[in-house]
Structure formats: structure tokens, C-alpha cells
Nanobody
């Protein structure tokens, strides 16, 4: 059974940092792509960042480039999202998702939720101004 668990959210002031962790099990880690998404109240879920675990190639949404860094730990089957210089507009429920690498490479737009197969429970990130 595929399982993903997001953790590390919290309340932080603007300009602060948080590190999210996605803990995974139930699949061959290096054959997957892992993505981070967020959803604010009343808004669609949007892709924030993703990583292909076979070669650690990374992808970022325009709104987080230069501030967020995604990384994978193949030994621990975990993916981290380091979030720096947080802004109030980064507030939302953050989810991690997984899809086989071969499907990720064929996807038209990794930032869309329908491109991903498996989802974990979210972790709340709140950035105060």
C-alpha cells in the first residue's frame, strides 16, 4: 500500500523559514517523482515543486523559485521542502504526491493535480504578516 505523510508545517512570521518532510512507503522510491502542492481556502490546489528521484532533477512553480528548495533522501525514502523568505501568500495546506517517473516525464503540466496518482494528508503552513 502506497503511503505518503506530510509533516513540518506550522505558524511562522513573514520572512521566516519552514522545512516540510514527505515520508513515503509502499513503492520503489527511485522510480517515482514526488511533488509538493498547496491549497489555500477557496483556491485550487497548485503545484509548488517536484523532484524526480532517479536523478534528482527538480522543478519549481514561478511563485517559489529562489525561495524554496526540494531535495530527496533515497536512503530514508523522504523528500524535503525547505521554504525560506516565506510570505503570507504562501499560506495553505501543503500536500505531497507521487507518480511513477515514466508518467511524470510524459505529463503535460506537473503542477496540475490530475497528473499525480497518490496523495498524502496535508500539513498546514500559516505565514503571518
Amino acid at each position: 500500500e502506497v503511503q505518503l505523510q506530510a509533516s513540518g508545517g506550522g505558524l511562522v512570521q513573514a520572512g521566516g523559514s519552514l522545512r516540510l518532510t514527505c515520508t513515503t512507503s509502499g513503492f520503489t522510491f527511485v522510480e517515482e517523482a514526488i511533488g509538493w502542492f498547496r491549497q489555500a481556502p477557496g483556491k485550487e490546489r497548485e503545484g509548488v515543486s517536484s523532484i524526480v528521484l532517479s536523478d534528482h532533477s527538480t522543478y519549481y512553480g514561478d511563485s517559489v523559485k529562489g525561495r524554496f528548495t526540494i531535495s530527496g533522501d533515497n536512503a530514508k525514502n523522504t523528500v524535503h521542502l525547505q521554504m525560506n523568505d516565506l510570505k503570507p501568500e504562501d499560506t495553505g495546506l501543503y500536500y505531497c504526491a507521487a507518480v511513477p517517473r515514466r508518467f511524470f516525464m510524459e505529463s503535460r503540466d506537473w503542477t496540475k493535480r490530475h497528473e499525480w496518482d497518490f496523495w498524502g494528508q496535508g500539513t498546514q503552513v500559516t505565514v503571518s504578516s
